[in-house]
């Protein structure tokens, strides 16, 4: 989780999350799927305040 105020703009601020899954396929190979939430609580004109994102790839280690 990170909160990120504005310090010029009061009561204006940012959210982010992410919630992370991997599942091993070998000892070094794994499937990656990942959830993220973010919000912005004064956003630009014509956007929304929280944006999802959900990702999946193939995550390497040595």
């Not at 956007?47 to 999946?56: H, I, P, S």
Request: glycine fraction near 8%; proline fraction near 6%; avoid cysteine.
């Amino acid at each position: 989780m990170e909160y990120i105020p504005n310090l010029q703009t009061s009561g204006s601020y940012r959210f982010n999350t992410e919630t992370s899954l991997v599942a091993p396929i070998s000892a070094h190979v794994g499937i990656k799927l990942a959830y993220g939430i973010r919000f912005d609580s004064r956003p630009q004109p014509t956007f929304g305040t929280t944006d999802r994102l959900l990702t999946t790839g193939i995550q390497v280690s040595y």
